[in-house]
């Protein structure tokens, strides 16, 4: 039985994670959504608004779960006897900061392997920084992430039901 662990702050999760999600979903018997609960870079969403809008986005996927966690990614693998960390590659930069990340790892744990799977096209450009940028100014995201992120970004942002499937909303000069 092969665990991978697919680590990230998920703040939030967005269409183009859960295409690597269940990709790896299907390479591996166990996949754990890791959900970095303390990262050194401004969040939108508490840990467990994260850990919950995961699940609900991975609702129904059987060898799939959501699990919250702090300290060193390897460590966390090790204690769910994860054997492989996955995560996706959008471009140049990404791959730059992942083997750095990937070259500490592997120091620290050389017994676990890290899989790099390419972004879909369709998910290139998709991070949940700019998501959280775009909805803010009041613009649509419905295409780039789950329904119920959506949601909650409407809430955290104050944004009228309709604005932000489709329109924009107006600001004063």
């Known amino acids: ?4 662990l697919y680590p990230g702050t998920f703040d939030p999760i967005t269409n183009g994670h859960l295409d690597i999600a269940r990709r790896a979903s299907a ?3 166990k996949l754990i959504i890791a959900v970095y ?5 401004n969040i939108l969403f508490s840990v467990e608004e994260r850990v919950k809008m995961a699940e609900e ?3 129904g996927w059987p060898n799939v779960d959501v699990q919250a966690y702090t300290g060193l990614t390897v460590d966390f693998a ?5 054997q492989v960390v996955v995560r996706g590659l959008r471009g140049g930069a990404d791959f730059d900061y ?5 070259l500490m790892n592997k120091k620290i744990a050389p017994e676990i392997e890290a899989i790099y799977l390419m972004t879909s096209l369709d998910y290139l450009y998709i991070s949940g920084s700019r998501i959280k940028e775009v909805a803010e100014l009041g613009r649509t995201v419905s295409d780039l992430v789950p329904p119920h992120v959506v949601t909650a970004l409407k809430k955290r942002f104050a944004i009228p039901q309709g604005n932000l499937n489709n329109s924009v909303r107006e ?3």
């Not at 609960?37 to 870079?41: G, L, M, S, V």
């Not at 090790?78 to 994860?82: F, K, L, N, S, T």
């Not at 992942?98 to 990937?102: I, K, L, Q």
């Open 57 to 59: 986005a991975i609702r």
């Open 37 to 41: 609960a303390t990262p050194a870079k």
């Open 171 to 173: 600001t004063p000069l």
């Open 1 to 4: 039985m092969t665990i991978a």
């Open 98 to 102: 992942e083997f750095d990340m990937a």
């Open 27 to 29: 390479l591996f018997t």
């Open 78 to 82: 090790h204690q769910r006897g994860a």
